[in-house]
């Protein structure tokens, strides 16, 4: 190497220091973390107003978490806090994992999106109203099969986990009953008696007057459904093949399908609107919503999403990224659509997860005593979830302004967390 050349070499060297420099100067440091903490008061101020009894938040972009932590209560009587690493169900944001897993299970070669479902199934799914026509894995990726959750499914999908007297606990949600642990049967066998004529749960509301692909019809049984045919197309169990394929490579080491597969003591305990504590519960359809993790793992999903809407996400190759969050559906396809509710992902969905009307990316969900949204913006490619252990009924308008206040909240400091 030459004398002028090893002086450009040299000057490189002196200037990639300097802008390391630059990028971690104590004043930046100082910044982010005076941002941290300020960020920090005012949600525990949110708290402290009493309507939310635990919470859990994280803020992530591409590159990682920016923040994550815990608010109040995640067990009134023993006064033990809410953290980061607390965990709980997070109701239907779980379906995001069915899509993931779809798409791994069309990258290993085990289905196409667009195979009939029947080609995977041990019994017939067929919609009485159109016997004809065929439910693709597309329709019930998109809640477009025509499969309906009917009042049935509301009144028998959730039980205990243990064996406990219901006579004193109130288990309306309203319309989400939970059952005895004696009414637990399996997952195959609860779909199939759902979804079959004269099966143990079929009643003629189980399904809509649509053709497939047709009516946007949100449904949890469909979902489940779509878990089933994963199984069957891939030979493991969902929560085994969703362990190998999503939790493990992404480190998410406290999160799981049942209580067995996590650390119960870190177990948030869930309450009522009147701040009465609910059983632990799980459901016969636990793919459509039974995901338990903690504010910590699903910084790591969110910001895994956010890099693969942006070519870059290691679950999946970049082509099943995109067509994972590809919109799929036209306007005439719905009945109505919220256009005033910027996080809402049914206005256009992709293969379980979807659009609002103002672009945000990602999934919503609401069971007994747990609220949860997770988004992320597709311009600033930066993200947040919100988990709380309190129902959020409209009986209770307080909790949910605090609610939508510390979503609004954790939007203004994106740009001072980085």
Sequence with gaps: ????????????????????KKSTTPENKTEALTAKDSLTAKLDSIQKNGNIIGFGVAMVNEDGVLYEKGFGFSNIETKEKYTKNTVQHIASVSKTLIGISLLKAQELGKLQLDDPVNNYLPFKVTNPNRPKETITIRHLATHTSGINDS?????????????????????????????????????????????????????????IVFDPGERYNYSNIGATLCALVIEKATGKPFDVFTKEHI????????????????????????YRNDYSVLPFYSAMTYPD?????????????LAELIKGYAGKGTLLSKES????????????????????????????P??????????????SGGDAGVGTWMYFDTDKKTGRYIVINTDMGNDNRAKELEYYAIWDLMNTYFDKLK
């Design 1 to 20: 190497m030459n004398k002028t050349a090893i002086l450009y070499f040299l000057f490189g060297l002196l200037t990639v220091s300097c802008n390391q």
């Design 151 to 207: 009042e049935i499914y509301m009144n028998t999908s959730w039980y205990l986990t243990e064996n406990q007297d219901l006579s004193s606990i109130r288990t309306d949600y309203p319309a989400q009953q939970l059952n005895p642990n004696s009414s637990k049967v399996p997952m195959e066998e609860y779909v199939r008696g759902y979804l079959e004529e004269n099966g143990a749960y079929y009643n003629n509301n189980n399904y």
């Design 247 to 270: 939790l493990k490579p992404l480190g998410m080491n406290a999160s799981g399908w049942s209580l067995e597969a996590i650390d119960v003591s870190k177990h948030s305990r869930l």
């Design 289 to 301: 919503g039974m995901f338990i993790s903690s504010p910590t793992d699903m910084a790591k999903y």
């Design 321 to 348: 990224y995109s067509e994972l969050l590809t919109e799929q559906l036209q306007e005439d396809n719905f009945e109505h659509r919220n256009t005033s509710n910027p996080y809402n992902g049914d206005y256009s």
């Design 350 to 363: 992709a293969l379980f997860i979807g659009y609002s009307a103002k672009g945000y990316v990602g999934h």
